[in-house]
């Protein structure tokens, strides 16, 4: 309710604002800080036949965004639950997302794409503008980008001059500091050098040993040199670098009956660990006429993460993933840079990946106990009545070794055309990407086991599973386009086929050695008991996963009134999906999960973001609805198959609103003058299951800052969830209990921010 009233609010400031005549609009102006330009698009999206949300410097500041994730719900239909880990990068967007294996939204920095998933969720810092692109963007950003595109652009030294220093504090002993310098030591060099570092003791605590759950510190930076060789020529040479370690995977027992949630409390560490590298080089050859690019790029992922996998205070099974990934990227674009009727651009693309990786899963005594010897002796007692036999094994704890070598490597051409004739433009585009991925993998186990009473000693039994897998893809990605020009802006339309690459389920391979486990354990025995001995699902259909396909229809306006003054865009969408790719897990006690596909999903919704700005007040909103379901899809559920034809796909909100006003007030004396920033956001509801049985209904969070600024200095108060609204983030099963993730409560705190 209190959620509701502030938006009851705003929402009439932002319909009717009393604000002060036009000419006062010299006394708070907000200046886009120049980037280096895009090298795909010139970053004017109005006269463009798509949907999407830009973010200038200035902006990103005042609300906060200081991470990926932060752009949830700001971004119509978008959102990234802040949960888990680092590691987890769980991005959904018009019905569209996966919690694990290959994302459905591309994410771009400077001109890259970042290839491994568990680098999306990183620090931002001196960002000059951020667009997020929504629908498919195949035809020019490739693979995975089959929602949308994250395409982040840093500040460039050769445009922007100065020494920037940021420091915080917060509650939950919340710090960060930043420190950048812009130089141009000539007319043609630039240099610049950032480093960012943030800690925090976190919000939550493991009641087991009353310790914080999400306590985090991360370090990164930034080094780059922007050298103009010649009129044309210019070379870009980028280094960035990121530390992080935390606490993560503070996830409560969840009571579904009740809703109530139980405090965090597991025994083994939930921890997560990475380092990353990456450098980028850019040829860039700019004459009139025309735009050339070349772009390199090497990135190095090295992170470690490990979990308590039942949650809770017993030892039944731990895990232990640990990546080393290397990676190269080289692209040439080719495209006009002209107002003539026709514009094109063309564009080559190749990629190589490899990733070493070790997963071993420790089953510990209260598992062996539970999910082994428990089954095991039922199946026993049940096939051979009347005999006091049991099956007993020696060890306490045991390690299923997984150890993986993970190459994946493609090339792609495209080509994008745009014609305007009188009011009309054009656009058609098509890409061919081809793909290949493959899987080593060797994994191995050894126990000692007995049966009582007809074996006197234990005995050994090693399992080991080895092998390796190929596969290969080729898809084409096709978009068209057009936009009528009227007197406030554009009407368009699209129609655009979405792709999302395959790929294998590591996380699988730990359940599979337990079963081949107790297949070899009794048919070393000799014994053949209905239920035991025999692998509950086909392995090598479990091991992989297909591609996700989609088309998008969808059409929209971009337009403008007021003498510029309101802003508003609009879109309509229906998205057709084959073979939606879903994370699920295999059936009974299970110690793994995988990656599965949905055969027949559809999502349709609704966009609309306005903007206001008059005098002193700038006023923004958002609003997205999506409404995804099944058309084709029965879901092994823990008590059998469901049907799950004509329900909703988990994960995705259905709503999501936001809604952000600025005012502006010239202050006398050394202050130039005072800004209360106010937003409120909100969505829901989320359907945690492919059930339907367990959800989350739609809540909303109230924000806010107030700074003093002067030209080259500003102190910010700031708090985020100011109303204390109690929400949960996540919800997930596992060996037949629920555990969610409580949102985060009330955050404040002071920034000061120094330009020289």
């Known amino acids: 309710?209190?959620?509701?009233?502030?938006?009851?609010?705003?929402?009439?400031?932002?319909?009717?604002?009393?604000?002060?005549?036009?000419?006062?609009?010299?006394?708070?102006?907000?200046?886009?800080?120049?980037?280096?330009?895009?090298?795909?698009?010139?970053?004017?999206?109005?006269?463009?036949?798509?949907?999407?949300?830009?973010?200038?410097?200035?902006?990103?500041?005042?609300?906060?965004?200081?991470?990926?994730?932060?752009?949830?719900?700001?971004?119509?239909?978008?959102?990234?639950?802040?949960?888990?880990?680092?590691?987890?990068?769980?991005?959904?967007?018009?019905?569209?997302?996966?919690?694990?294996?290959?994302?459905?939204?591309?994410?771009?920095?400077?001109?890259?794409?970042?290839?491994?998933?568990?680098?999306?969720?990183?620090?931002?810092?001196?960002?000059?503008?951020?667009?997020v692109l929504r629908g498919p963007q195949g035809t020019l950003y490739g693979r995975n980008t089959i929602g949308g595109v994250i395409d982040i652009h840093t500040l460039s030294p050769l445009y922007y001059q100065g020494t920037r220093l940021r420091a915080g504090y917060g509650n939950g002993n919340s710090s960060e500091f930043t420190v950048s310098t812009y130089q141009k030591p000539t007319e043609d060099l630039g240099l610049s050098f950032s480093w960012n570092h943030r800690y925090s003791d976190g919000f939550f605590t493991n009641e087991y040993n009353g310790n914080s759950a999400d306590r985090i510190l991360s370090e990164s930076g930034r080094i780059r040199v922007v050298y103009r060789l010649n009129p044309s020529w210019t070379l870009e040479n980028t280094l960035l670098s990121g530390y992080i370690k935390q606490k993560g995977f503070a996830y409560g027992l969840y009571d579904d009956q009740t809703g109530t949630v139980s405090p965090i409390d597991h025994n083994d560490p939930c921890t997560y660990e990475r380092f990353n590298l990456t450098d980028v080089i850019t040829f860039r050859h700019q004459r009139a006429g025309w735009d050339f690019s070349s772009t390199t790029s090497y990135q190095y992922t090295d992170d470690e993460m490990v979990m308590d996998q039942d949650f809770r205070p017993v030892s039944i099974f731990t895990l232990r993933q640990a990546q080393k990934e290397h990676a190269a990227t080289q692209e040439f674009v080719l495209r006009t840079d002209t107002d003539a009727p026709w514009q094109w651009t063309t564009g080559v693309f190749g990629f190589y990946k490899h990733n070493r990786m070790e997963a071993p899963v420790t089953f510990k005594r209260d598992g062996i106990d539970q999910l082994i010897l428990a089954n095991a002796n039922a199946g026993i007692a049940s096939g051979m009545p009347g005999m006091n036999a049991s099956l007993l094994i020696q060890e306490n704890s045991f390690p299923i070794e997984s150890h993986f070598k993970l190459p994946v490597w493609g090339a792609s051409v495209y080509h994008q055309s745009a014609y305007r004739m009188d009011r009309w433009k054009f656009t058609a585009g098509i890409r061919a990407d081809y793909e290949h991925t493959a899987i080593d993998f060797t994994n191995n186990a050894t126990i000692h086991y007995r049966f009582n009473p007809t074996m006197p000693d234990y005995k050994k039994l090693p399992v080991v599973l080895s092998g390796e897998n190929k596969k290969s893809f080729f898809e084409v990605m096709p978009r068209l386009s057009a936009a009528y020009h009227i007197n406030s802006g554009i009407l368009y339309g699209s129609v655009s086929r979405g792709y999302k690459s395959g790929g294998y389920n590591t996380q699988i391979f730990s359940d599979i050695l337990q079963n081949q486990m107790m297949i070899d354990l009794f048919a070393d025995l000799g014994m053949e008991l209905e239920g035991l001995g025999k692998m509950p699902y086909e392995p090598s259909e479990a091991i992989s996963y297909s591609p996700e396909y989609s088309w998008n229809y969808e059409a929209g306006a971009h337009l403008s009134f007021l003498e510029g003054r309101l802003s508003l865009d609009?879109?309509?969408?229906?998205?057709?999906?084959?073979?939606?790719?879903?994370?699920?897990?295999?059936?009974?006690?299970t110690?793994?999960?995988?990656?599965?596909?949905?055969?027949?999903?559809?999502?349709?919704?609704?966009?609309?973001?306005?903007?206001?700005?008059?005098?002193?007040?700038?006023?923004?909103?958002a609003y997205g609805y999506t409404n995804a379901k099944f058309m084709d899809y029965v879901f092994a559920g823990e008590d059998g198959p469901v049907d799950c034809a004509g329900l909703y796909i988990p994960y995705i909100p259905q709503h999501t609103v936001s809604a952000m006003g600025q005012y502006c007030q010239p202050l006398p004396g050394w202050f130039d003058d005072l800004t209360f920033d106010v937003s409120w956001q909100g969505t829901g509801r989320i359907h945690w299951n492919e059930t339907n049985t367990a959800r989350q209904p739609f809540y909303g969070q109230l924000n806010g800052s107030l700074a003093l600024n002067r030209k080259d200095f500003s102190v910010r108060l700031w708090g985020k969830n100011l109303t204390e609204t109690d929400f949960n983030t996540f919800y997930f099963r596992s060996l037949r209990h629920s555990f969610v993730q409580r949102g985060k409560p009330l955050q404040f705190g002071i920034s000061v921010q120094v330009k020289l």
């Open 1 to 131: 309710m209190n959620a509701l009233n502030t938006l009851l609010t705003v929402f009439p400031l932002w319909v009717n604002p009393m604000t002060e005549p036009i000419d006062t609009l010299n006394l708070y102006e907000i200046t886009p800080v120049t980037v280096s330009a895009a090298i795909k698009h010139n970053g004017i999206f109005t006269d463009e036949a798509m949907s999407v949300s830009t973010f200038r410097n200035d902006q990103l500041e005042s609300l906060r965004i200081d991470e990926p994730k932060a752009l949830s719900l700001t971004v119509p239909n978008f959102i990234q639950a802040d949960y888990g880990s680092k590691m987890t990068s769980s991005m959904y967007i018009r019905g569209i997302g996966a919690r694990m294996e290959q994302p459905a939204i591309g994410l771009y920095l400077d001109n890259i794409p970042i290839l491994n998933k568990n680098s999306y969720d990183q620090d931002l810092y001196d960002i000059g503008q951020i667009y």
């Open 570 to 589: 609009a879109a309509l969408f229906y998205i057709d999906l084959r073979d939606q790719q879903l994370t699920t897990f295999p059936p009974g006690q």
């Open 591 to 621: 110690t793994g999960r995988m990656m599965a596909n949905a055969g027949h999903s559809r999502s349709y919704g609704a966009e609309l973001t306005a903007g206001y700005r008059r005098g002193r007040f700038h006023l923004n909103g």
